[in-house]
């Protein structure tokens, strides 16, 4: 099902909604952000930043004050959809169930037209106009995860893709044992839109800041085979530098599995992630 048929089936016609035919092109739009502009682009600024990347920099692009209680609305019901669907189930949730189970459960309640009309301008932005310079594998946003198509990983609540992403995990679970856990495995557009929403929610809407550490909808390769690894009992800190002074980071290096997607020193507007294991190939 497409994108424009999916929303004709569930009764949000595009006259309803009000959606600027620019969005449902998936093309750039006026977004509600406020955004400012300084002509200093220099490589020391951008190293600053990165370095810095859970600090707020003058020119970060900000959510509008006026779509703020939208945008906080949004937030609160992902929150309360994956309190409901329960947090493994919600790994692989595809936007046009999602919408489905909201509707169906008053405890989450309808999406309204405003936050699907803010959600589509997430979506469909583009990443390079809050400092996101990664490439985008999932171009729809209602693109799914098939149950079929990937494998629940025991004790972990994730999923990870048939194939090379299986292999992968399976033969570094052989080699570290207990001593290596899955931290994060495949994630659907509604759960990277939570990850990436309640990110700039915490940060008082600085969607910039947010995808420093996180990628936004649609720009995740966790959509298409990645995943994150950690060392077992090291808990929050397995996702900060500190990862790579374990035994569990060690052996990887050695053993030629940490084919980083970000690296130290990329230019992608991301931060340094050494526990992400990079699997798909680049689109």
Request: glycine share 10%.
């Amino acid at each position: 099902m497409n994108r424009r048929e999916f929303l004709r089936t569930m009764g949000l016609g595009v006259i309803g909604l009000g959606f600027a035919p620019e969005i449902l092109a998936g093309t750039s739009v006026n977004s509600p952000y406020e955004i400012n502009t300084y002509p200093d682009d220099s490589l020391r600024d951008y190293i600053q930043k990165i370095n810095h990347f859970n600090d707020p920099h003058r020119e970060d692009v900000r959510v509008d004050s006026v779509q703020y209680r939208i945008f906080e609305s949004v937030v609160m019901r992902l929150r309360r959809l994956q309190n409901l669907v329960g947090h493994g189930n919600f790994q692989i949730l595809s936007f046009e169930k999602g919408l489905r189970v909201a509707d169906r459960y008053s405890q989450v309640g309808e999406f309204t037209r405003a936050e699907l009309r803010f959600m589509e301008i997430i979506f469909y932005e583009e990443g390079q106009r809050y400092g996101f310079m990664g490439q985008k594998p999932l171009k729809k946003i209602t693109d799914t995860i098939r149950k079929n198509d990937v494998v629940k990983i025991p004790y972990s609540g994730n999923y990870l893709y048939r194939g090379e992403p299986c292999e992968t995990y399976q033969t570094i679970k052989k080699e570290l044992g207990e001593k290596v856990v899955m931290t994060s495995g495949v994630r659907g557009v509604m759960k990277q839109f939570l990850l990436f929403l309640n990110k700039t929610y915490k940060e008082g809407g600085n969607l910039s800041l947010a995808s420093r550490s996180l990628a936004p909808p649609g720009y995740s390769f966790h959509g298409n085979g990645d995943f994150d690894v950690g060392q077992a009992g090291f808990g929050p800190l397995n996702f900060t530098e500190r990862f790579t002074e374990t035994e569990v980071f060690n052996r990887l290096e050695s053993m030629g599995y940490l084919r980083l997607r970000y690296t130290k020193g990329n230019l992608l507007g991301v931060r340094f992630e050494p526990w992400h294991i990079k699997v798909a190939a680049d689109v």
